[in-house]
Structure formats: structure tokens, C-alpha cells
């Protein structure tokens, strides 16, 4: 477990440009600020918080006779740098599955190889393991962990049902609304104030609806909202207003 | 195509002295006991194939095409059977195999040869697949998928190289569609293992004859004109008799359900032997035969036939037809091709025609005997329909055809071929290129584009980062490729063919049983009683009610891949918006109906209702002149209305509006949304329109100008699912991701890559890609309908009027009736989102 202390703020902008609202999320205590691209910033500790990256997935089944477009970490690490940009931390914290598989990290090219190891100038990073890659190798650069402690809360990739007060990824949440006979399905934040489980980075990530079983273990009686990124906006929903 | 029901009557028009004697003795003596004459085209085509000719047959259902398309075969193989498969007869539809083989040993056994007759489809046993691989009969009747699972195998060259027959069945039908490009690719593979079989197309009447013609025949290397097969006519038999219904009831502004002719429907029911009445879509299919059987006091036997319900059902359906037990089959396009079902008196088409030549096909379901007219009655379902009616009544009797052209260089399914190609063996790039020019769809393939090709089957062909190390085709010394692995030859079957079915749900019957824990139902049973696409189904809430096989279903929940379902006893169902089975307006029925609008002196035929309707809009607005495109602005509420009248048909109208509401918000019109019919567009916004255009702050020849074709367009499709939708089914057909199999759960986290994702990726890093390409050239022509569009905004170009109004006029209020009732595909989803959000602030801030 790595712990981190909170820091002063400094004097630099925390508000994301492009977005017209900043959308803030609390967990446990902590005020955290939702980004459209399904990073989280944590302005109190200069730190953007990214789960599920799923690095070269696309290139993941090659080997099998699946040739999908190897552009995924390229895409994701677009977007990454973007959000960095705007939210100019100091430290990236990927919270786990940020490969899609142990020898995602050989399959790199080289142009995305180095682009991540440019990461590692623009702000500290810090790999959290997950079930995809649970061991990760040192010269990625930055510092590898199993668990962070943000203040008081437990950064993880996979949420405990147990946990007090946790961020995780894993799971990849996804909440759907039935809107006109039209269903919005839309990548999601998904907490109760104590747990918050963000959505998967990752350009080629999949989504697993809240309201299946997984959810219901980490959010007993549906006691939760929904944070759900559209093009332009974050909204928020309750748990009653969402379908399966 | 049911041999046994040739007609008795029908003396040749030569007499029995003229070319008769061409045909063999055996088989003039067969006619001769069964009392029969040969038909002119069963004698031309076997005089021209005897020429060693390849032919196209066009007649009417029920001419014995498929009698005159086996004589050569019979003939040749009389002697000579058992030297392995001589014809091949590929026909669309699985289910029609059976019968044509059935049909076929009746002549074979009392002309008394030595012929077999075997069937091949995705429904026959491996085993009997196997044997056919070592001893094949003499006549194969297979499907086009079918086709392309041969000639993969390792032993092709000798199974096949003994053909000497093709006969390719529905083929108009079949060209027009990538199946048929499948098929295509496929001959031309044939005319390489077998160079010297020739080719029999049956076609009903087509737009463009020569077109098939080419498409039968081995097209040669130069660049001249096509090289085109032999043509035989069978003749088109009587003028059909075309009634449009004219109903005392109020004729509906909007709509498709025909709610108000259900009565007069069920009269002309009672009146005919058996009544085949057609619809565009299954929900039309399921309103439409709920309601006959609300009205059915006699208790009539009537029937439901369409795509979604269970096969055994369907086939039951079918053999209560041929048996003459059914007075009455409501349809979808189903039953628009296949098996002559002898006794069917009348065509009732529901709704409007769309086209002139599918309104025939389908009269044609009725033409028992040649000689006698069809008798068809057209139902409008709202006035607009009425003008389509009427229009397609002239150009039934003009005989006109507006059928769609073949399928051509459709590069997906290229890549399912190539792929398909290196499964038999090893092949030379060159030698391949060669060969797929010899087919009619690829006879103008570059070889940059077919080399793109074979660098997708082999790497997924991308520019900056490659899978070298996996490719699927490897090098040999001679410079030929060949299959990297076995495996990928397995994979290949189990994807092989064009049709990409949407993801489909078993709609499981079941009852609910009271009992168990605390006043819990339990669910049992289980019949399933057909398949819906998940889409529909993942918008049901459990209690929600549908109409579905003919019943009210009351939604219980969704298991795995099954939806449960239960009867219920709500009369009024909420009904399945099921998209499947739309049809585009045709252009040319379009072009009728605008010369009518302009023309009042043509309204005789119309009745009173439309007639006024019409009246008062010229009254209160104008009518355009053909060629012209009428825009009217007005408000009504709290917007701004403009309604324009293009008639290019649903698809061309939604990118029209996706586009034109572009434009509006950059010229600060404040767009809000718009509304999209077969016949008209609507868009609404926040600004006054009229005050706009008359100030010159809004010029409408720029808002409709031609340039909207390229930055507009191109920044619509990046986000646009239609595109999406698109590009799933071309990823599919050409091997990128795999169709999802049966049972497979869905998980979220599945190891599998959404198409969309997909899609995202490849645009913004290689927009250049094959895939890109593929996809965009069928949205072009389907989805989103680019060329009509470009047709359209050519045509307006400087002939769009522009009348301010006070109030909504007459014409546009068939459009504005379809707000909110037809969801534009996927595209406000951000405005419904905030909407959404929106709605929950509104209810907390509400004081009471």
C-alpha cells in the first residue's frame, strides 16, 4: 500500500476546459472531479485517476487470426494526454487492467512505447495491478502497486465489498436510460458516497450494465447514483431512473 | 416453379410442327402422356443452350422456368449419369431446395432416367454433406452460401471439374444483393475449375435486362462492352387487374396500420379462394392480422407469415397453403418469392407499393394461370399513399420496371472470397485478379484495390503497424500465397456468407404458474414461438405488453437468449416497432407521384378526400411543379416550421435532415430537431424561419446547396450509428469480428471488441482503410442514401420555392404527424440525455 498526504492546492486551474460544468463526485470526503474522457481528477491531491486502460487489447488476439486496428493505445493514449492537459496533475494513478494481457507491454510499438514513457515527464506515474496484468515490467517506468491510499481513501482495481471508502475499476460500468423508446447507453461513474467504481478508459473497452449482479453485491437495495458521460456533459442520475 | 402444376392449356403459338422437334424424343413424349405442349421458352432455351450458349430465361412465376432451365440437363445426362455432378442449381431460399428436388424426380422417374437429385443446405446432416464430398449426384440444388463452402474445400478442383451445368434461381432478386456478389465471385471460380459449364439465370421481369445477361456470362478481359448470355423471354401473360380500394371511411393523414379499410379487406377476403395479403413491415403484419380476426365472424381460416416467426411455423403455414386449407395469408416480402401456390386468387398489398416492380412480383403471386389476369387490390393506408397507389397502378399496367441493378464490387465480401480461395489451396495474386475480373460484380476491380483486399485477409492490412508476424496468407517461392494455418479454414466455415442477422431473441411462450415462495409466480413452459432482434426486446420492461405471432404477449423477463413471454388478456398491446422489412420509396414511383401532385387535370382518379385535400393546399399554399421542390415555413406553438417535400424517400430524408440541421444551427436558426417521412421533411427550430428567409438573413439555395456533401457529411458520419451500424456488417461479412454465436453470454467485459468501438478507432487513424471504404459504399446506397440525395439536391438546384404561411398547410401535415411517432436513428442522443437530466431538475424544483 502506498500512502499519499494530502497536498495544498496550488494556484493553477482545476477547471477542464471544453466542458461548460465541472461535475463533482464525493467519496468519502473527498471531492473529485468527474472528466468526459471517464478520468477522475483529484484536485486536493494534484492527481487524475484513470481505471481499465486495456492497452493493446486490439492487438490481443493477433495471434488467433484477429487483426482488429492496432490503433487502441494510441487512441487511449490521445485521450489520456488530453485529459492531463487540462487537468495538469502531478500524478497519473491507473487503477489496474491498464495492459489487456500479460504480454501487452512486448506487443507495444514503439511510438506508443516511448509515448508512455514521455508520461512519466508530464507527471508521476503509478500502475496499479490488476487481473490483466498482474505484473508489470519495470521498464514501463513509474512505480507499480497493488493498492494506493488517497487520504483516506483505498484506490484499488478490483472494489471489496467490504471497503469502507474505495475507488476501483474492474468492472466497467455502463448505465442505460430509456429515453423516447430510445435506449442512451452511455459509460458511467458509478458510487454511493462511500465507493465509487469509474469507467473503463480503454479505446476498446466494453461496458457490464449497474444493474447486473456485480453491482449488486458493492450497492445492496440499488443505494447508488450513476454519473453518466455523454458527448458534451456528465449528468447524474439515481438508481430508479435507469434500465437494465 | 412447381413443375407438377404446368398448365394443361396453353397451345403453342408455332403449333406442334415449328421448333418442337428440337427438343429430345424422350422428352417430347413425356409432355405427349402428361397431355402437355412445350412452352416457346422451354424449346428456345434448350435450343440455346444445346448451342452450348448461356441463357437468361425472363417469365412470369408459373411459366415453368424451372422445368425449361433442367432439360438441357436431362438431356445430357441421360446417358451418361453417375460421372460425377454435372448441374448445379443454386436458389436464395434453403427452404425452396426441398421442393425443386421433389419436383424435379417426378419428370426424371417418368422420363424414365437415371438421374440423382440431391439437396445441399445449411439444414442437411454432415454426414450426408460428407458423402456428397466423395460421391456427388448428377443435380445438386443448393444456396449461394452453399456454393462458396465448395469451392473452399481442398478438393474443389475435382468435385467441381465436372460440372457442366449452373442454374442460378430468383436472379433478380438474387444479383441486387451482396449474396449475390458472394455468388458472383463464386462462378467465377467455377469458370476456372470447370471452364467449360454454361450458365441458366431465371429472372422475372427486370429494369435492366442486359444487366443479367451480363451478369450470367464469363466477362472477358478487355474493356469494351459486357460480354452478355443468350436472352429467352416466356412472355408476361395478361395485364393484371389492379383495383385500389376506395373506402367509405375517412382516409388517415399519417399512419400505416390501415386500421380504417380492415373492413373492407376482410369483404375481399370473403369473396376470393385465397387471399395473399401483403405488408411492408411485421408490425404491419401483426396489426394487421390481429385485426382481421376481430372481425372475423365467419371465422375464416387466415394465417401469418414473416421473418421473425419459427420456421416450423412458417413451413406449416406454407403447406396449409399449398393444400388449399388457408382463405387468407397475411405477409411480409416472405412470401414475395419462392413456391406457386396454386390456388391464390387475389393479391391485397397493404400499404403503400414503394415500387412498381415489387408490386408486380407480389401481383404476380397470384398469376395461377398465365393466361388469366392477376386481380390485386391496393390498400392506402393514409392519403400520400393513396397518390403512391395511384401511381403504381399506371406503371403496373405500363408494364414499368424499377427494379434495382446487381450488386456491384462489393469489397467485403471480396475479402470473405479471397479468403474462401485460400482455403481450397495455395493461389497467385495475379492468377486471382485475373479470375474475379471474370465475374460480372468485380469485372472492374483495379488491382490496388483487390491487392488491398489481400492484404486484409492476410494482416487486416493497416498502413502504420502490422500483424507481419500473423499473417493468415504466407509466401511460398513461386509467388503463390497460401493458408498459414488449418484453423483458419475452420474458422472461415462458421462465418462463411453475406446475411449479418441483428442479434436475435427466442420469444419463449410460458405460463405463469401461482404458487411458490410468498405469492411469487413461477414461469413454465416454454414453445418458442419465433425470434425478435435483442434491441426491441432490452426496451421491454417485465409487465410490458407486444404483439407478437399473432397473440398479445404480456413480458415477463429476459433469460439468457430468450425473452419470456406470456398470454395476455390486453386488448390493446403496445405494438413492436420492428424496423425490419421497410422498403425504400422507389425513385421512379417518386418521380409518378410529383408529376400527379403538379398535374390537377390527372386527380379524376383519386377519391373526394384526397382530391380536396389536394385542392385546399393549392388553395392555401401552392403545389409544385415537377421538377420544382416546394419549401414551406410557418410557425405553430412556440417554433418555427420548415417542411420541405423532396419525395426521395425516408432514408435520403434523414441525412438530408441530419445534414440541413447542421447548416441551420450555423446560420443561428437554433435548430431543434426534425422529422422525416418517405414524402417530406420537417424541421422545427427556435427562430422565425419565414422572417429569416425574407430578410435574406437565411438564403435556402445555400441551406439545400450541393457542397453539403462534404465537410457536413463528413463531420455527420463520424458520429453518425447509421454508419455504425454499417460498418458491423461489413466488419463481419469480411472476417474482421466474428458473428456472435448462439448461447454466447453477454458478460461486458467479453473479450470481444464492439464494432463501434472499432469503427472509432479506424476513422480517426486510417480513414483510408478497406473496411472504411466498404462500409461507406453501402450506407451510400442504403442507410443514409447519398445517391438519392445527390440526385435530389441536383435536381433543386435553383427550382426550390419558398412559401411563407400563417399556419401548417394541408400537405405538411401528413409529416408533422410523424413527430415524435418515428425516432430519427440514434443521433439527438445528447439533446435526450440532457433532456433526461433536465426533467429531474425541473421535478425537484417544482414547488408542489
Redesign the interface.
Known sequence: MTPFSRKPPTNSSTKPCGSSELTRIRVGGLELLADLSGALHAPDYRALLVADLHFEKGSSGARRGAHLPPYDTRSTLKTLMEAIERHRPERLLALGDSFHDRAGPERLDEIDRAAIGTLGNAVDVMWITGNHDPALPASLGGRIAAEIALGPVMLRHEPRAGATWEIAGHLHPVAQITRRGRNLRRKCFIGDGGRLVMPAFGAYTGGLNVLSAPFGVLFPERRFRVWMIGGRAIHVFPSDRISP | MKLSSIPTIAPSPLGGGGPQPKLPHFVRDWFATRGWTPRQHQIDVFVKAAQGRSVLLIAPTGGGKTLASFLPSLSELKDSGGQGLHTLYVSPLKALAVDIARNLEHPVREMGLDISVETRTGDTPPAKRQRQRHRPPDILITTPEQVALLISMAEAPRLLGTLRRVIIDELHALAASKRGALLSLGLARLQTLAPDHRRIGLSATVADVNALRAWIEPQSDDEGADELAALVEGGGGATPEIAILDTDQRIPWAGHSARHSIGDIYWAIERARMALVFVNTRSQAETIFQQLWMVNEAGLPIALHHGSLDATQRRKVEAAMAAGTLRAVVSTSTLDLGIDWGEVDLVINVGAPKGSSRILQRIGRANHRLEEPSRALLVPANRFEVLECEAARAAVIEGAQDTEGPAELKLDVLCQHILGVACAGPFHPDALHAEVKRSFAYRRLERALFDKAVAFVS??G?A??G?D??A?LRPLADGRLRLA?P??AQ?YRLNVGTIVAAEMVKVRLVRRRRGGLEGTSALVGGRVLGEVEE?FI??L?PGDTFLFAGEVLRFEGLDGLNAMASRSSASDPMVP?YLGGRFPLSTYIAGRVRAMLADPASWGHLPPQVRDWLSVQRWKSRLPRQEEMLVETFPRGSRHYLVCYPFEGRLAHQTLGMLVTRRLERMGAQPMGFAASDYALSVWAVRDLSLMIGTGRLSLQELFDQDMLGDDLEAWLE?SHLMKRTFRNVAIIAG???RRSPGQEK????????SD??Y???R???PD?ILLKAAFDDAATGLIDLGRLAQLLARIRGRIIHQPLDAVSPLAVPVMLEI?RE?VY?EA??A??????NE?IDEAMRLI
Open positions: 494482416t487486416g493497416y502504420l503497424k500483424y508476424r500473423y493468415k494455418h484453423r483458419l474458422h434491441w432490452e426496451q420492461k416497432s458520429e474482421l469480428i466474428e458478460t461486458g467485459r467479453q473479450t470481444t471488441v464492439s468501438l472499432i472509432d478507432v479506424l480517426s487513424h486510417e482503410h415524435g425516432p440514434g442522443d445528447d435526450l440525455l440532457e433532456e433526461a437530466a429531474l
